[in-house]
């Protein structure tokens, strides 16, 4: 990683972009197809906003919006990449859809989509790749620095139950009922870089603790930290990554509204320095780090909707942990 990649690029402040992943499906029974090259392919020849982007399986496709300011400009833009790859997936046959998983794929079936970092994650972590066959939606916020962008993903987290419970939309795995409103972060939580940023209190305490992790041979970019809420910093953002992917763009528009309105409250009035505590109700585990309090509400998403507040150690109406 050269110097200019350590360095946290500066933003607009609350500005924020989407990422949303989408299942490829066949016409026939509606069962994952292994056609995002052409779908790539034929949507490369189309004109549209924003990006279209392989993902790890070629069952599935990355839609990026551009970098927006407003709710109504961004659910614009959704509305008008979405109806583009809608007509492109028909033009071949293809269907495509939201939800965090698809209901009875088989994981085996998958294929890897041919990208060398693709590749390096298969070679890496072995069938957990192609498992990773789900599908979330990411939250970018723009941040003026390094520093901000630490306090953010930190008060961020305490909002980590309600982003799931919200979101929340894959009941189903493997043909399944499993029981849990959001499977999809059971999966997740398998990857050994999941979980929680660790407590570092700046950027530069942060970049000391990515180099031990390179150094470690364990890391080699900050991509491969799969955290809850990361810093992104080639572009100037704090990216939220546990939503699953919504059933329509216009419900993705108004989660990512939340999440700006979130980070002004956070960013503009600072209510509270972080903690290791009060970042979320999160019991320390080896590997996962998965909370209780997450779990819970992957497990029943908004109902019964009763969150728990790290600060006052309580259960709080869901109306108010929600502001």
């Known amino acids: 990683m050269s110097a200019d990649e350590r360095e946290f690029t500066p933003s607009a402040g609350l500005t924020m972009g989407v990422e949303i992943e989408l299942q490829i499906l066949n016409s026939r029974d509606y069962n994952l197809a292994r056609d995002a090259a052409d779908l790539i392919e034929l949507l490369g020849k189309m004109e549209h906003p924003g990006a279209v982007r392989p993902e790890i399986t070629e069952s599935m496709i990355e839609i990026n919006t551009s970098i927006q300011s407003t709710h109504y400009s961004l659910v614009r833009e959704l509305r008008a990449i979405r109806d583009v790859v809608a007509k492109a997936a028909q033009r ?3 269907r495509v859809a939201g939800g965090g998983s698809h209901p009875f794929h088989e ?13 390096h994650i298969l070679d890496l972590y072995g069938y957990l790749a192609k498992q990773f066959t789900i599908f979330g939606q990411h939250v970018h916020i723009g941040c003026p620095g390094g520093d901000e962008a630490v306090y953010l993903t930190h ?27 959001s ?53 100037g ?5 546990v939503f699953d992917t919504p059933l329509s763009v216009d419900r993705a528009a108004a989660l990512a509204g939340y999440a700006q309105a979130l980070a002004r409250h956070l960013l503009k ?15 320390a585990r080896r590997r996962t780090r998965q909370s ?32």
């Open 292 to 323: 209780a309090c997450d779990r819970r509400r992957a497990r029943t998403g908004w109902r019964p909707a009763q969150p728990a507040d790290a600060r006052s150690r309580s259960v709080v109406p869901a109306r108010t942990a929600t502001s």
């Open 183 to 235: 499977s999809r972060l059971n999966t997740v939580s398998a990857f050994p870089l999941s979980g929680q940023m660790p407590f570092v209190r700046s950027w530069s305490e942060f970049l000391e603790y990515f180099d031990k992790m390179r150094g470690y041979g364990i890391v080699a970019s900050m991509k491969d930290f799969y955290w809850d809420i990361r810093p992104r910093p080639e572009y």
């Open 92 to 94: 071949l046959n293809l």
């Open 107 to 119: 994981w085996s079936d998958r294929r890897i989509y041919p990208t060398e970092r693709f590749k």
């Open 155 to 181: 008060l961020l987290a305490r909002y980590t139950p309600h982003f799931i419970a919200l979101s929340a939309s894959s009941p189903f795995q493997q043909g399944e009922d499993t029981s849990y409103q």
């Open 237 to 241: 953002t704090v990216e939220i990554r």
């Open 269 to 283: 009035d600072r209510p509270r320095p972080p903690s290791r505590e009060a970042r979320s109700p999160r019991r």
